[in-house]
T-cell receptor, first 115, second 110 residues
Framework: EPEVTQTPSHQVTQMGQEVILRCVPI?????FYWYRQILGQKVEFLVS????????KSEIFDDQFSVERPDGSNFTLKIRSTKLEDSAMYFC?????????????FGAGSRLTVL | QKEVEQNSGPLSVPEGAIASLNCTYS??????FFWYRQYSGKSPELIMS????GDKEDGRFTAQLNKASQYVSLLIRDSQPSDSATYLC??????????FGAGTRLAVHP
């Protein structure tokens, strides 16, 4: 079964450092997303991406965050200067289309720990 | 008012029983609803989707939707210890944005 692949599975970084989280969406999917989940809290939407541009972003997705599709397979989330409160599990997801019935497939997640 | 509300649990049921999980949502215009299962430290895994009022059955799982009451539920029949997880209710918004509830922790004991 096709899957969304995320790397690294766990990253530890110092506050103020830049972090790049990588995702390989399912090959025929056209829509890509990042969600995050702080430990013990709910899954929160960060950003959706289609046709090489952001479709929608949440209030969490401020100027410290950026997304990019640098080639035909990868989809990245960059945090420019990490803060302690960025510690969370970051989930990448992808979907074939945007219609209401279409479902998102999530990757296994990247755990980010900011010290 | 939270956009998607769920009881946090834990909901404890004996093996073989029916587990009933509930969710309410605030946006009356919502059209697509999902139940995800999340094991500790893992990613959400889709269990069921439902778009029309009424019941939708898939194996041991039944999703129920009542748009007038803004209520979604998930029934798990013949609950197994392997069903022990957190169940997330999610409502779809624009551009496939999912709004998740905080989840209900289900514990199935032998």
């Amino acid at each position: 079964e096709p899957e969304v692949t995320q790397t690294p599975s766990h990253q530890v970084t110092q506050m103020g450092q830049e972090v790049i989280l990588r995702c390989v969406p399912i090959s025929n999917h056209l829509y890509f997303y990042w969600y995050r989940q702080i430990l013990g809290q709910k899954v929160e939407f960060l950003v959706s991406f289609y046709n090489n541009e952001i479709s929608e972003k949440s209030e969490i997705f401020d100027d410290q965050f950026s997304v990019e599709r640098p080639d035909g397979s990868n989809f990245t989330l960059k945090i420019r200067s990490t803060k302690l409160e960025d510690s969370a599990m970051y989930f990448c997801a992808s979907s074939e289309s945007m219609d209401g019935a279409n479902v998102l497939t999530f990757g296994a997640g990247s755990r980010l720990t900011v010290l | 008012q939270k956009e998607v509300e769920q009881n946090s649990g834990p909901l404890s049921v004996p093996e073989g029983a029916i587990a009933s999980l509930n969710c309410t949502y605030s946006d009356r215009g919502s059209q697509s609803f999902f139940w995800y299962r999340q094991y500790s430290g893992k990613s959400p895994e889709l269990i069921m989707s439902i778009y029309s009022n009424g019941d939708k059955e898939d194996g041991r799982f039944t999703a129920q939707l009542n748009k007038a009451s803004q209520y979604v539920s998930l029934l798990i029949r013949d609950s197994q210890p392997s069903d022990s997880a957190t169940y997330l209710c999610a409502v779809k918004r624009s551009y496939n944005k999912l709004i998740f509830g905080a989840g209900t922790r289900l514990a199935v004991h032998p």
